[in-house]
């Protein structure tokens, strides 16, 4: 490869890097379900930084995705909801914040494990770009403005060069 294509590909690497948030199939395999260990997935796949996305599979009306504060989350009450999902098949949730967010199922799972407990961590500085995560199979390009504003130049200076 020329040079100028080396140059072009890196800029475009460090700018999908810089963007990318991860998305995380909470379970993996077995997605929201009982009798599935949600401390050890996290343990497993964290770190999680703000910006990345949680998507919790479950049976339609055979479980829901309760947001509780930590005491919810150890007494596995779902009485003082933060939020509350139940629609459909599946729930994708940002963690927008620098906090712990827990979720447990109502539907009496939660006794056995179905509780998550994730911390999300503040976005390591973008200089040198951010690793991937561990479980980097599904990465999405983060919908913000300076990612916008940088895919949009990455593509801008590819098409002007080739
Ligand atoms: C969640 O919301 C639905 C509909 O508003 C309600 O029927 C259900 O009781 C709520 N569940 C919890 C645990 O708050
Ligand atoms: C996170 O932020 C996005 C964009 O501002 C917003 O649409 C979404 O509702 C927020 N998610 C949560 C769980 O607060
Ligand atoms: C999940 O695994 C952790 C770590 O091995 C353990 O401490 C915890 O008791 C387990 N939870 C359940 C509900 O079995």
Redesign the pocket.
Known sequence: MARREVIVLLFLIYAVALVSANKFTVGDEHGWNPNV????WA?KHKPFYVGDWLVFYYQSGQADVIQVDEVGYNKCDASNPISNYSKGRSYAFQLNHTKNYYFICSYGYC???M?LAIKAQALPPPSPPPKAHKSDAFSIVRSSFVGSIAGAFGLVVAFWLF
Do not use: L, P
């Open positions: 260990n949600y401390t050890i343990e006794y056995g494990g509780k």
